[in-house]
């Protein structure tokens, strides 16, 4: 069934909350007020907007959210990395995020300047598509591999999403050009400077004890355990080594607008009482610094 927003109605049951998702901000294909129109018609009693490198949408979303009665939870996805391996962090919560405006605007420099290079292969391999056509898709926001692919389509070089990212832009393939990201301490650091907390977004089973163990150490609050991507042995692993190491849960849909599947958003049925477990440990924080 779908509501006049074009959102699912009733995946979610009252209690439950979506802590991850995207909006024009970045790569999601609905304006952040259509996020939370979206949100309200799911049921949902809270919503994290998490666009990738971004916090330009959650001046939309604020609004639009306390009109309908739902809580936002203002956040953002920073992509970091270990070595060479490409990891994703969730910061919630951000209280301050005007202290980290500035941080972000370099990453989403840094990402426009890698979809150029990304443009510069495809012509090498005879794909004549212009930045212009990428800078047109993503429309002022923080731009994404997504943003590539939908030129592509536009320009007849693609059939659909899946298409471009297979045959050009996955990770390995020939027009895939690496992001220059983050150290995970930095990154950890900048959602604690906007008043956050940090988790780990979708390990699956790179979530293992001794990594994130070693993800503690450097500052991480918690671990994204209910992600579209996890398998229910993933589940069960996150949530016994998160209860272990004292590390916060989290989850959501990590949704980009699709309107039916496992990414639908409030698809993944997260408690409340997560949200509740976050919010207790941001009071405990805030009594810490007052002593
Ligand atoms: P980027 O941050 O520019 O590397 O783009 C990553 C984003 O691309 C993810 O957040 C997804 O939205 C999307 N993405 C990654 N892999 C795929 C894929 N195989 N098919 C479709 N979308 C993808
Ligand atoms: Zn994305
Ligand atoms: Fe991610
Ligand atoms: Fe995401």
């Given amino acids: 069934m779908t509501t006049p927003e074009g959102a699912t109605a009733g995946v979610a049951r009252p209690g439950h909350v979506d802590l991850h998702s995207h909006s024009t901000a970045s790569d999601g294909s609905r304006p952040p007020a259509a996020v939370m129109a979206a949100a309200h018609a799911a049921g949902l009693a809270a919503i994290a907007l998490t666009d990738h490198d971004t916090v330009a949408g959650i001046d939309e979303a604020a609004p639009a959210a306390r009109a309908l009665g739902l809580r936002l939870v203002p956040g953002v996805e920073l992509s970091a990395v270990e070595g060479s391996v490409e ?7 951000l209280s301050r995020p005007g202290e980290i405006e500035a941080g972000l605007a370099g990453l989403r420099e840094m990402r ?4 150029q290079r990304m443009v510069v292969r495809l012509n090498e391999l005879g794909v004549r598509v212009s930045f212009d056509a990428v800078l047109e898709q993503a429309a002022g926001a923080a731009i994404g591999r997504p943003h590539v692919a939908r030129a592509l389509i536009q320009e007849g070089w693609a059939t659909d999403l899946r298409d471009a990212f297979d045959r050009y832009l996955g990770n390995g393939r020939p027009a895939f050009v690496a992001k220059d990201n983050l150290t995970v301490a930095d990154a950890v650091a900048m959602v604690h400077r906007a008043g956050g907390v940090a988790f780990v977004a979708h390990p699956g089973h790179t979530g293992t ?3 994130l163990e070693a993800l503690a150490a450097q500052g991480l ?12 042995e993933d589940v ?6 998160a ?3 004292g590390l916060l849960p989290t989850g959501g849909s990590d949704w980009h607008g699709a309107d039916g599947g496992p990414r639908a958003l409030g698809s993944m049925r997260v408690p409340e009482e997560w949200l509740a477990r976050q919010d207790a440990r941001i ?5 810490g610094t007052r002593r």
């Avoid at 609050?221 to 229910?232: C, N, R, Y």
């Avoid at 009071?283 to 009594?287: D, H, I, N, S």
């Fill in 87 to 93: 990891t994703h962090l969730l910061g919630l919560h």
């Fill in 112 to 115: 426009r300047e890698r979809a």
């Fill in 209 to 211: 004890l001794a990594r």
């Fill in 221 to 232: 609050d918690g671990v994204e355990i209910l992600h579209p991507s996890h398998g229910a």
């Fill in 236 to 241: 069960a692993r996150l949530r016994a080594i």
């Fill in 243 to 245: 209860d272990h190491l």
């Fill in 283 to 287: 009071a405990e924080r805030t009594v």
